[in-house]
């Protein structure tokens, strides 16, 4: 560590090198802040500041009265892409597989397509789409935020609506309307919370999530494009790839 460099990183260097290597195991408590300044000669506001940035990290927790400790180690279940076509069918079998039951809450209405949605739909404006929002919940607990945008044409309703349960999902219209889904493409990425992601899935601090970008197509036309928020702290995504002989 340079000598430039802030004393607070000194002890956050320490600290998480013992909670990488085992030092400090799951559970373990965190030196205090006057056990920090003793044991580091760093001031009260660097211990603070060393406290706060290896909270941001996700690598330990405090709670009031107890002070801080090393953050269990998080038991991650598998979320199988390719399961089934439908996202609401595919979170109902990942977690009843997992012995969780799952419920689900949907809204749906008109609404303006931003601008990246009406790109990926392919609109020639931000017209209106059916925007439906879901919370994804497994035994009561948050487990993913799903946002879908479908095209006016093959959209359920355009009055707001409220559900409980599944919703007729769009694969389903389409191969009642004659027009089957020719593929189903998806692209991951990590990244930051949304405040109102960290409040609607319940995420401690330093967890990243899991971002799907989804779209459904009948032929070269995008109808469908989801936004899937997956806690990075609660699942792994398992892909099956089909080889061809």
């Known amino acids: 560590m340079a000598s430039s460099d802030p004393v607070y ?93 799952p419920t689900l809450h949907w809204r749906s209405e008109l609404a303006e397509a931003p601008q990246e949605i009406a790109q990926r739909l ?32 093959f959209g359920q309703s355009q009055a707001p609506e409220d559900g409980m349960g599944e919703r007729r999902s769009m694969l389903s219209r389409l191969a009642a309307a ?17 405040p109102t992601e960290i409040d609607l899935l319940e995420l401690p601090a330093g967890v990243q999530v899991l971002h799907v970008e989804r779209t459904t197509w009948t032929g070269d036309r995008p109808v469908e494009t989801s936004d899937i928020v997956i806690p990075g702290d609660r699942f792994r995504l398992s892909y099956g790839i089909p080889v061809h002989a």
């Open 9 to 101: 990183l000194r002890v956050v260097e320490d600290i998480r090198r013992q909670i990488i290597d085992g030092t400090l195991p799951p559970g373990a408590p965190i030196p205090s802040r006057h056990q920090i300044t003793r044991k580091y000669s760093v001031g009260e506001t660097a211990a603070r500041h060393a406290l706060r940035v290896l909270v941001g990290e996700g690598l330990i927790i405090g709670r009031v009265g107890s002070g801080h400790r090393v953050r269990e180690k998080p038991i991650l279940l598998p979320l199988q892409r390719g399961r089934a076509p439908d996202p609401q069918s595919a979170f109902t079998m990942d977690m009843q597989a997992c012995g969780r039951l």
């Open 122 to 153: 392919r609109l020639e404006d931000c017209g209106p789409v059916i925007r439906v929002s879901f919370v994804f919940r497994g035994d009561g607990r948050p487990m993913q935020l799903l946002t879908s945008y479908e095209v006016i044409e």
């Open 178 to 194: 004659g027009t089957p889904v020719t593929e189903i493409s998806e692209n991951v990425h990590v990244r930051v919370p949304q």
